[in-house]
């Protein structure tokens, strides 16, 4: 090279060897400064045998970390690592890779060979762990070693980092060391940072995956181990090997003498004095009041010094830079001493210190120090490190708890063994308690140790509220208390875990806790106190009215003297949701919504609240219910979800309520009087501290169509919806209600989201009282006479829907796209104000809709009726499925309740809803309903009004759409087609539209189809996987794989999923060539496999149809296979593990590390 031949250096043999001082042979790397003095050149031939020993003997690491532990997060990532014993089978990394939580690891070899491995040992503090390998199972090729040698390392050496770079397979990067002596990179402020040690610093561009890669020199020996760098500077960071070749050979006698049986952690002694030091030049010492006699001293003194440790030269000295609290060196040493000597002996680098400390383990050192200027004498105890390294943790409703350790006790400047937050999990989310927070108490017992708190943990009882008191890092002399629900339904029963270091694994145990034993779980609540015997109700509020007390009169004044004001208070409720992040169903995006609710009915058992489906968005998670007219908190139960409109309605048990909140809570009346653009209407709403706001507005609008995007995940989004908008609001975070003035309830003014651009938006809109009022009067009704926590028949919860999606169409546009001119006029005077025709978006996947409608045809009528508009469609469907159950056909997806046996002719007649008037015609008498029925008593719920169409007019239409159906599908017609439970075929409902497709008239006949008022019901998890069935959202995207398949809604990190991607938007259709077309199917095989065995999955992916086909191994000692099932009985989800105590048998691990075939705990 040019710059090398314009140097005045000797060029040698680029092979010659020279003998250092310590005795050891070094091959001259190019361009290296020998202690000769002579640079002689290295031949590329020489780079080239290094590398081909050095590549065989590198690995690529699949990491998978379990659970967030200490300063690591849950995750799965790529990382480096060699072998430096193969026959023991011992591979170097970084301890960030072999992590010091539970780790599931798989090491690739050369030839692509995957072997398990497991971890052996990482060092409390300095960025370096070991993983074992059974060696015997490498069959196809030898591993060979890597020799570590960090006296080679020198400034000007050139090297090479060998690893896996950015999850290449092999990735050979050239470097310089430019530094023997760079302080410890600091990673981050609240995560590992290494410390008490000098790096050396090279000139490279390593990134992610080469973490744990050796760095050699031409002769192929490790001079160094990768551990991080800067990308914007072209910097990498190497870890100096000392203290690796100490701990690799206590560890290599340990399992050659002793075997892995008995290996611990704690074999490899480590101690510290629990501060840490800094090295500064003697420049900045003397500032500090170094005193000129200490630093001639230090400057003469004869200190052996080993190679490569950067402190060839002596420039400076070691000087506090932190103390820990309570540590033995609190007190005694304070940051700025300069340490002088250890044990009589005078050092100036970080090694001998730590050298000295290690071997006093359990005893004491003494300490020579001078601070400003003063000299000290200190004898200091020497801590365990091993003791300030948590062992053990608790995961408790999906949170993970652990002593806190030396690396996060160093960065809050806090004493170590308090209990650390490193995930809140479920319980403590819900009371908004952050990551990395310390547990000061719970339940008002003080929680010092992790033992303290699993002694508290033991003593709650599920579906309990406890206080809980924390602080941050920032505030920690500011603990804050919250209220902590107790819950172990979506998670199991706590565990400990703790750390087995001859099994390289965590092994857990439930008994310190035997109050929260499953049994437990299953005990019905403690009953409510007895109370008496109410009258028959006969109206929406049977309670007595009590006499006025202090109390109400107390409320009353704060309310306002208006009757008004106090009816708006008495219905009102906050209604908050938790979702725990493994039922998380239907692409819900968040873990935690609160909005505004409305009680509609209430009676001595039980009363039901109208909320949004922007705050109520799945049937899963946990419920409250804050009544804003006296502070009580109750548990909610989801009742019906409406798969098309933005609402849903949740249940309470009265008997929860406190005395004083069962005087003062209502129920609102409903008014189903139309609202018409231009009226003015009451705006209430709930405000942040429960405050009602209000204000009266205009009707800008009454009949927009709700027209939202499908998201990038697939949710529920409102359809087929007309909502009404106001002149003035109070934003997009404030939903309540809108009113008369009355305070009866005309609408719901709910929140709408909706995807825009990737961004997360929310606007307001309000629901006429039309699209719920019929189903808050049928759940009622299915709700009235049943005991508490009785199941809602399924019949009730069933909506009628096309299941195609429909968009409406001026008839202008209309016209241009072929709509005969008679039927624009025919339109056009069936409502003068819409002027539209419904046309075809798409059609919900596997439904009748798609094979019979195509997107873009335009709907004219049904069953022979004209229909326009949305709430049009839905009163016909209506109709037409309450004639269906009159004549006894049944419905895909449910059977609707007809309640036949009671009297169910009145009921096969009720329409849920109706044909809204069109806007702008003159508005109905304020006296009556917006269609002429008298208005509901004041505290009674509306009765159903008089119908517009008989029944045998609607089953004449349904009966004659049946006989044209089973014509086209050449079925039996008429009766016989339609025999129930008594003989032969039952018939399926089906409806008859009249459709324009290209200019064309058509007639088409389609099945009525229900859905399911409570959305998903049934989860599975299988290797940290969730798989659901496919919700609607997912089939209104319009295909299902035609082999049927269960969908993937979620993965965690750290799982199996993670690891082997197995993840959201796919269907999984096959699983070891066995099909997978429900739910019940994936049970089935799942719950059959064995750990730690590789499954072969088909997978097809949602947007593109795409298949592609991976394995999976499973890992059901930290990922077992479980299900949850909503209980229609209770309303509730149970959990149920599916794993069997047999599929725990582990093989052997590799590197002798055996795992007994003991049978695992296992859950109920």
């Known amino acids: 090279m040019d710059d090398r031949a314009a140097a005045p250096i000797r060029i040698d043999d680029p092979k010659k060897t020279v003998t250092s001082p310590d005795g050891a042979d070094n091959l001259l790397a190019t361009g290296t400064l020998a202690h000769d003095g002579v640079t002689p050149l290295t031949d590329t031939s020489d780079w080239q045998k290094a590398l081909d020993i050095v590549v065989s003997s590198c690995v690529v690491l699949r990491i998978t970390q379990n659970r967030a532990f200490d300063t690591e997060a849950a995750t799965s990532s790529y990382a480096t690592g060699f072998v430096v014993d193969e026959d023991l089978g011992i591979i170097l990394t970084n301890r960030h890779v072999v992590s010091p939580g539970p780790t599931t690891c798989e090491a690739v070899f050369l ?121 914007k500077a072209s910097s990498a960071y190497y870890l100096p090997l000392h203290r690796v070749v100490r701990a690799l050979g206590i560890l290599q006698e340990h399992l050659r003498t002793k075997g892995v049986g008995s290996w611990s952690a704690r074999c490899i002694p480590r101690g510290d004095l629990l501060a840490t030091f800094s090295f500064k030049g003697f420049e900045e010492v003397r500032r500090l009041g170094l005193q000129r006699d200490t630093e001639a001293l230090v400057r003469g003194a004869d200190i052996k010094i080993a190679k490569g440790s950067g402190a060839e030269q002596r420039t400076g000295m070691l000087v506090v830079d932190s103390v820990l609290p309570g540590g033995p060196a609190q007190g005694r040493v304070q940051p700025g001493d300069a340490l002088v000597r250890l044990n009589g002996a005078v050092l100036t680098t970080f090694l001998p210190l730590e050298e000295a400390l290690d071997a006093a383990v359990g005893g004491s050192v003494k300490l020579d120090i001078e601070r400003a200027g003063v000299p000290m004498q200190l004898d200091i105890e020497v801590q365990d490190l091993h003791d300030v390294t948590p062992s053990e943790f608790l995961e408790m409703a999906g949170g993970i708890f652990h002593s806190l350790s030396y690396q996060q006790a160093r960065n809050m400047t806090m004493a170590t063994g308090a209990v650390y937050v490193a995930e809140s999990g479920f319980m403590l989310d819900r009371a908004l308690v952050p990551k990395q927070a310390l547990v000061v108490s719970v339940d008002h017992k003080e929680t010092p140790t992790l033992r303290d708190l699993c002694r508290v943990v033991a003593g709650l009882r599920p579906a309990s509220c406890v206080s809980l008191q924390y602080c941050t890092f920032a505030k920690r002399r500011s603990p804050v208390t919250v209220v902590v629900h107790v819950d172990w339904q979506w998670h199991g029963p706590p565990k400990l875990w703790h750390r087995v270091d001859s099994q390289g694994t965590w092994e857990w145990t439930a008994e310190f806790a035997p109050g929260v034993q499953p049994a437990l779980l299953e005990q019905p609540p403690p009953p409510a106190p007895a109370q008496p015997p109410a009258a028959e109700p006969a109206e929406d509020i049977p309670l007595p009215e009590p006499a006025a007390t202090a109390l109400d009169g107390a409320v009353d004044a704060d309310l306002g003297t208006t009757e008004f004001e106090i009816r708006l208070r008495s219905c009102l409720v906050e209604v908050g949701v938790g979702l725990p992040v493994v039922a998380l169903p239907d692409g819900v995006y968040s873990t935690m919504f609160k909005g505004a609710g409305v009680i509609l009915h209430l009676t001595d058992s039980y009363g039901l609240v109208l ?129 008369d003035g009355q305070a009866r309830v005309m609408a719901l003014w709910g929140s709408y989201s909706e995807q825009r651009r990737g961004e997360e938006l929310e606007w307001m809109a309000g629901c006429p009282s039309r699209s719920f009022a019929p189903w808050v009067r049928t759940l009622a009704a299915a709700l009235d006479g049943a005991p508490p926590g009785a199941a809602v028949p399924a019949a009730a919860l069933q909506v009628a829907v096309l299941n195609a999606e429909l968009r409406g169409l001026g008839l202008a546009k209309a016209a241009q796209q072929g709509l005969p001119a008679d039927w624009v006029t025919k339109l056009t005077l069936l409502d003068p104000h819409r002027r539209q025709v419904l046309q075809v978006r798409s059609c919900l996947a596997g439904s009748s809709a798609s094979e019979q409608l195509q997107a873009g045809d335009m709907l004219l009528a049904v069953s022979g009726t004209p229909v326009s508009s949305f709430p049009a469609l839905d009163s016909l469907l209506e109709d037409l499925t309450a004639a269906a159950a009159a004549l006894g056909a049944p419905l895909p997806n449910g059977v609707l309740d007809t309640a036949q046996a009671d009297g169910g002719q009145e009921e096969a007649g009720t329409k849920r809803g109706r044909q809204s008037p069109p806007e702008g015609q003159p508005p109905h008498k304020r006296n009556c309903g917006w269609d002429g029925a008298p208005l509901p008593p004041p505290n009674g719920i509306p009765n159903p009004a008089p119908q517009e169409q008989q029944p045998d007019s609607a089953a004449r239409k349904l009966e004659d759409a049946h006989v044209r159906a089973d014509a086209e599908t050449g079925a039996q017609t008429g009766a016989n087609s339609r025999q129930g439970a008594g003989g032969g075929q039952a018939a399926v409902a089906a409806v008859a539209l009249t459709i324009c497709r290209a200019g064309q008239l058509r007639e088409v006949c389609l099945r009525l189809e229900t859905e399911a008022g409570l959305g998903t019901t049934h989860l599975v998890h299988f290797a940290g996987a969730q798989f659901q069935d496919s919700h609607r959202a997912v089939r209104e995207l319009g295909y299902l794989p035609p082999q049927g398949g269960v969908f993937i809604s979620r993965w965690h990190h750290g799982s199996p999923a993670h690891r082997y991607g197995l993840f959201g938007l796919h269907w999984l259709t096959e699983m070891d060539g066995q099909p997978i077309p429900d739910m019940e199917a994936l049970v089935r095989v799942a719950s059959a496999l064995k750990d730690e065995t590789f499954v072969r999955c088909v997978l097809v992916e949602l947007h593109s149809a795409k298949m592609k086909v991976l394995s999976v191994k499973t890992d059901l000692r930290y990922w077992p296979c479980w299900e949850l099932k909503m209980d229609p009985a209770t309303a509730k989800w149970r959990r149920t593990v599916l794993t069997t105590p047999q599929a725990f048998a582990r093989s052997s691990c590799g590197g002798g590390l055996a795992v007994p075939k003991d049978a695992a705990k296992t859950e109920t």
């Open 611 to 739: 909320t949004d489906r922007n705050t109520v968005m799945v049937a899963s998670g946990e419920i409250t219910l804050d009544f804003i007219a006296f502070p009580c908190e109750v548990e909610g139960k989801v009742r019906f979800l409406h798969p098309l409109h933005n609402w849903a309605l949740v249940s309470f048990q009265t008997s929860d309520l406190t005395p004083e909140a069962r005087r003062v809570v209502r129920a609102a009346q409903m008014s189903e009087i139309e609202v018409q653009r231009g009226d003015n209407v009451w705006l209430v709403g709930l405000a942040e501290g429960h405050t009602i706001v209000r204000r009266q507005s205009t009707v800008i609008t009454s009949t927009m169509a709700v027209a939202v995007q499908p998201p990038s995940v697939p949710r529920f989004r409102a359809v087929h919806e007309e909502v009404i908008k106001l002149d003035q609001t109070f934003g997009s975070s404030t939903s309540g209600v809108l009113t």
């Open 111 to 231: 030839n692509r060979e995957e072997l398990p491995v497991r971890p052996l040992y990482y060092d409390p503090v300095h960025d370096f762990g070991f993983l074992a390998f059974d060696p015997t199972q490498l069959q196809f090729m030898k591993s060979g070693n890597i020799a570590l040698d960090p006296a080679a390392a020198r400034v000007g050496l050139e090297v090479r980092v060998v690893g896996n770079d950015s999850g290449e397979k092999l990735s050979i990067l050239s470097g310089t060391l430019a530094r023997l002596d760079r302080d410890a990179p600091m990673y981050s402020r609240q995560g590992y940072n290494d410390f008490n040690t000098f790096y050396l610093q090279a000139a490279s561009g390593t990134k992610g995956g080469s973490s744990g890669s050796p760095v050699i020199d031409s002769r192929g020996r490790a001079v160094g181990l990768n551990a991080g760098g800067k990308n």
